[in-house]
């Protein structure tokens, strides 16, 4: 088996770039931390202009320093994304950064796993706020300004969870589930108008979120390829998805999984 080790070490290790998203101006939520993080890094890496974002200064600061000792341009912008308030503003201000927002990619999240007599309806409200109500929200202060500067895109990312009924992901298979189909609604509504929304359905990857869990080796040990994936094999499928080469892709369930 892999050990974590071996996946730490390739955590967020990037191919030479290729000038895939110069020119565009991106916001990644949850973007101090794991796959946020990655992808964050890699938009920059392939030429985008980036806002980084989350509640963690310290964390934020230190991956926009990452950003620019790797040549890119990024900003953090302090907020949490359950507050309406806090995300018009980072919205805001990371448009007047950017120019304009050319990508958003929704990311922003934490892990609720507990059988259901454990799970509460505060957890229910309080996880369906963070993993769908701000995915919504934002969108919604998002995609008008992108139909109206002629194009965008739209990221979700979601959970393998929102397919496979695991026991005791209740609550995150449904908000994850529930995220997917408002996308691709979403994106149908604006297929004919410029912007194109989809989700990255990632499996197990080696992140803060997973790193503590007790069943993290059982979990690895029972992907169909054998281990975890690394923030950064999970940021080039976001790559793809968010850059011009998909140009024809809206409305899709990007699973990136080991083959689960
Ligand atoms: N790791 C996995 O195996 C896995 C699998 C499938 C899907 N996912 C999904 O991938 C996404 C990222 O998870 P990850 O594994 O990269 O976890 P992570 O390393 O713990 O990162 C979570 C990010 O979300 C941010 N965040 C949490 N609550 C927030 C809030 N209220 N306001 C603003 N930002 C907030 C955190 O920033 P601050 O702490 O700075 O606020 C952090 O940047 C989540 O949506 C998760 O459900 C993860």
């Known amino acids: 088996m892999v050990s974590k080790e071996e996946l730490r070490a390739k955590s967020m290790i990037m191919r030479p770039g290729l ?3 110069t020119g565009k101006g991106a916001i990644v939520t949850g973007s101090t931390s794991g796959i946020g993080e990655a992808i964050a890094r890699l938009f920059a890496h392939e030429g985008a202009r980036v806002v980084v974002t989350g509640r963690n200064v310290d964390r934020g600061q230190k991956v926009v320093a ?3 000792e790797d040549g890119g341009d990024a900003l953090f912008l302090p907020a949490d994304v359950t507050k309406d308030d806090e995300l018009e503003g980072m919205i805001a201000r990371g448009r007047e950064y950017l120019g304009q927002i050319d990508i958003l990619v929704n990311n922003a999240g934490r892990f609720i796993v507990a059988p259901l007599e454990v799970l509460s309806a505060d957890d229910f409200d309080a996880f369906s706020r963070l993993d769908a109500r701000s995915y919504f929200q934002a969108m919604k202060m998002v995609i008008p300004g992108m139909e109206a500067q002629g194009g965008g895109v739209v990221l979700n990312v979601t959970s393998l969870a929102a397919l496979d009924p695991m026991p005791v992901f209740a ?3 449904y908000v994850k589930a529930g995220v997917n189909q408002m996308a691709r609604a979403i994106a149908r509504e604006y297929s004919a108008r410029g912007v194109r929304v989809n989700s990255l359905l990632p499996g ?7 790193d503590d869990s007790p069943d993290f080796d059982a979990v690895q040990a029972g992907v169909p390829m054998g281990r975890a994936s690394t923030p950064m094999e999970q940021a080039y499928a976001a790559l793809f998805l968010c850059s011009d080469e998909a140009s024809y892709v809206t409305g ?3 699973l990136v999984a080991g083959g689960a």
């Open 19 to 21: 000038g895939r998203l």
């Open 204 to 210: 197990l990857v080696l992140t803060a979120m997973t």
């Open 252 to 254: 899709c369930n990007m």
């Open 66 to 68: 990452a950003i620019a």
């Open 171 to 173: 609550i995150y298979g």
